[in-house]
C-alpha cells in the first residue's frame, strides 16, 4: 500500500528564517513518482516539483530545494530565506509506475511565514 | 491559457439537498481527476475520466455521488442527496496523458459545506 505522512500540521516562522517541510512515504513499487504541491490562499494546487525514484540527486530552484533519500524513504522541502508570500499548505504526493491515478497525497502542512 | 476551473467555488447546502459541482478542464487534456479533502486530512482520489469514459472510479465513495463527462470537455461531480460527511474541498485536475510522470494541473476547488 502507498502511503505518504506529513507530520507537521502547522509550521510559523518569522520571514528569513529557513524552514523544512517534512515527507515520508511508503511503498511497495521500485519505480515511483514523488511531487510536492503549494495551496495558497487562492486555493488551487500549485505543481512544485516531480521526481523519480531512480533519481537522488537533490534539486535546488531559487529559495527551494528538495532533498530526497531512498534510505530513510524521505522528501524533504527546504525554504530558505522564507518570505511572506511563501505562506501556503504544502502537499507532498506519491504517484506508482504506471498511471497518476493512484495518486497519493500527505495530509499537508500549512506554513505561515510572519513578517 | 487558462487553467483549471471550478464552479463554485463555495456552495452551502442543507442535508438532503442536491448539489452539482462543475470543472473545466485545461483544454485539449484527455484526463481529468476529481479528488476531495475533507477536514484537512489528506486530499484523496475520486475517480478518473479519460475523455469520456471513466477510467477508475474506485475512489467514489458511495452511490450517492455521480460523475459525468458528457462529450469529453467539462465534468460534473453531483451529490445527491448530500449528507454532513460529504463536506470538504473538492479538487478537479486534469493531464495532459495517464502516466505518472505526468504533471496533474488542479484547479482552485470547490468548498462543499453540508448543513
Known amino acids: 500500500a502507498q502511503k505518504v505522512t506529513q507530520a507537521q500540521t502547522e509550521i510559523s516562522v518569522v520571514e528569513k528564517e529557513d524552514v523544512t517541510l517534512d515527507c515520508v512515504y511508503e511503498t511497495r513499487d521500485t519505480t515511483y513518482y514523488l511531487f510536492w504541491y503549494k495551496q495558497p490562499p487562492s486555493g488551487e494546487l500549485v505543481f512544485l516539483i516531480r521526481r523519480n525514484s531512480f533519481d537522488e540527486q537533490n534539486e535546488i530552484s531559487g529559495r527551494y530545494s528538495w532533498n530526497f533519500q531512498k534510505s530513510t524513504s524521505s522528501f524533504n522541502f527546504t525554504i530558505t530565506a522564507s518570505q511572506v508570500v511563501d505562506s501556503a499548505v504544502y502537499f507532498c504526493?506519491?504517484?506508482?509506475?504506471?498511471?497518476?491515478?493512484?495518486?497519493?497525497f500527505g495530509a499537508g502542512t500549512r506554513l505561515t511565514v510572519k513578517p | 491559457e487558462a487553467g483549471v476551473t471550478q464552479f463554485p467555488s463555495h456552495s452551502v447546502i442543507e442535508k438532503g439537498q442536491t448539489v452539482t459541482l462543475r470543472c473545466d478542464p485545461i483544454?485539449?487534456?484527455?484526463?481529468l481527476y476529481w479528488y476531495r479533502r475533507v477536514m484537512g486530512k489528506e486530499i484523496k482520489f475520486l475517480l478518473h475520466f479519460v475523455k469520456e469514459s471513466k477510467q477508475d472510479e474506485s475512489g467514489m465513495p458511495n452511490n450517492r455521488f455521480l460523475a459525468e463527462r458528457t462529450g469529453g470537455t467539462y465534468s460534473t461531480l453531483k451529490v445527491q442527496p448530500a449528507e454532513l460527511e460529504d463536506s470538504g474541498v473538492y479538487f478537479c485536475a486534469s493531464s495532459a496523458d495517464w502516466r505518472s510522470y505526468n504533471e496533474q494541473f488542479f484547479g482552485p476547488g470547490t468548498r462543499l459545506t453540508v448543513l
Open positions: 504526493a506519491l504517484s506508482g509506475p504506471y498511471n497518476n491515478n493512484d495518486m497519493r
Open positions: 483544454s485539449g487534456h484527455d484526463n
